[in-house]
């Protein structure tokens, strides 16, 4: 009876049973301490689960002293995490039954990451993100274009099937030239859209530029909307709502959802999902971690998604109770604990795109002064007034990110901003935004020798 363990819940069971839409009202409903205690139910389960089935988490546990039978909270796990790097050394080690599909995600050591499921637990994706597509306004009488991408991982065959189980009109696009999909806007009388934010501002400059026609819904995933393309979208296709999900191969559904027109949060499912964030700064950004709660093939307990990211358990204005997720403010690997916060590329992006006269391109380099840290950023500027520029910067981080001038006040570290003739910073197809000279000096690229760089000056 291997993996029967989690499947026999009673809840699960009938919950499985539900249609999209009373599962939405499940979600939208339940009141807060039954869905805490559910998640809390849930997650001794998976752990006790994991420890019997999967070489991996039995091993782990083991090698830690940790008893899977005295686990009540994710805290009595201690500082154990679930590491990317431990699918992808090893991915059959976390298989507790057998799998009927494959994913991967592409892996920056080029690695790819696994991760299996079998079809039950495809079925309950569907239903799980069918549902979240409900709660973001999409109707069974909708007409769907689904671009997501249909190729080694997910979203574009998940999306499909969520799709399916909504009852709505779709075309499985894939993620195809957006002018395909565009010529057939009218013939099908498409009113949803959904895809890659990038791919959906293509097909938006596409209806800009040659006419389009009202749409009611535009769906995105996989990557963050760039905040000002959410006015122009909503303009262009004549008053559709921008909505994004988040989810990733590792989660299977969607974690996070928007429901509402609160700008920037996610809604998050936390009834199949146990999200935490870790080493939180106090801001309360720091990175998520999440542990699913109705996998039986391939659980993963405490995984740290690289993804930075504040948690929010105060209720929505929208109405909707349950933890809320911010927008997404980097990546892990990204992330340089500096000048007395967590500092993270979005931040410089930010303060920069508010300064006039700058190219897209930026670098910041942290460094030590003697025992002093320095935060040098480096631009490139079309602009002769410099000092101007970097007045115009300060004052930007001082609206801003007041935290972090606080900072700067108090002599935490020291500002310098370097100005650099425009395209003279990249020098490979791919910027590294943010490096940290400060203890490693061996594998610095930085930019402050580039040929052409003005002189650094601090600025104030
Ligand atoms: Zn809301």
Not at 341 to 369: A, C, M, S
Not at 392 to 404: E, G, K, N, S, V
Request: charged share 25%.
């Amino acid at each position: 009876m291997k993996g029967w363990y989690l499947t026999l819940n009673p809840v699960d069971f009938f919950a499985d049973q539900l249609s999209p839409a009373a599962l939405a009202r499940i979600y939208q409903t339940t009141p807060q301490w039954v869905v805490a205690r559910l998640r809390a139910q849930r997650f001794r389960q998976v752990v006790k689960y994991v420890s019997r089935h999967s070489e991996f988490y039995r091993q782990a546990f083991q090698d830690r002293g940790i008893d899977p039978a005295k686990v009540r909270t994710p805290a009595d796990l201690g500082d154990f995490y679930t590491m990317p790097e431990d699918i992808i050394a090893d991915p059959k080690a976390f298989i507790c039954r057998a799998p009927n599909i494959v994913f991967e995600s592409s892996g920056t050591s080029g690695k790819n990451k696994q991760i299996y499921y079998d079809q039950h637990e495809l079925s309950q994706i569907a239903q799980i993100d069918a549902a979240g597509l409900r709660v973001m306004g999409l109707r069974s009488t909708d007409r769907v274009a689904n671009a997501f991408d249909f190729s080694m991982w997910i979203p574009g065959m998940l999306v499909h099937n969520a799709l399916m189980r909504t009852r709505c009109f779709c075309m499985a696009f894939g993620k195809v030239d957006p002018l395909e999909v565009y010529r057939r806007l009218k013939q099908y009388e498409f009113n949803v859209i959904m895809g890659e934010p990038t791919w959906l501002i293509r097909l938006t400059e596409l209806a800009e530029e040659h006419g389009s026609v009202p749409m009611k819904l535009l769906i995105g995933g996989a990557e963050e909307m760039p905040r000002e393309a959410i006015g122009w979208m909503n303009r262009v296709w004549q008053g559709a709502k921008v909505r994004m999900c988040y989810g990733s191969v590792e989660l299977g559904s969607g974690l996070g959802y928007q429901p509402c027109d609160e700008p920037d949060v996610y809604h998050l499912d936390d009834t199949d999902f146990y999200s935490e964030i870790i080493e939180p700064d106090s801001g309360g950004l720091g990175e998520l971690v999440f542990t699913t709660l109705r996998r039986t093939v391939m659980p993963l307990v405490r995984y740290r998604m690289r993804d930075i990211t504040r948690l929010i358990p105060e209720p929505c204005p929208c109405g909707l109770k349950g933890m809320r997720m911010s927008r997404l403010r980097g990546r892990r690997d990204e992330l340089i604990v500096a000048s007395g916060g967590n500092l993270y590329p979005l931040l410089f992006e930010n303060i920069l795109r508010r300064v006039e006269g700058l190219t897209h391109d930026w670098q910041v380099v942290f460094k030590l002064d003697g025992l002093r840290e320095l935060m040098e950023i480096n631009v490139e500027s079309l602009r002769t007034d410099d000092q101007q520029v970097r007045r115009d910067i300060q004052q930007q981080m001082r609206l801003q990110y007041p935290d972090l001038t606080k900072n700067l006040d108090i002599g935490i570290f020291d500002l310098c901003v370097v100005l650099h003739p425009p395209g003279s910073l990249r020098h490979d197809r791919k910027l590294k935004r943010m490096i940290d000279q400060r203890h490693d000096y061996s594998d610095a690229a930085a930019v402050s020798a580039a040929p052409g760089s003005k002189e650094a000056a601090h600025a104030g």
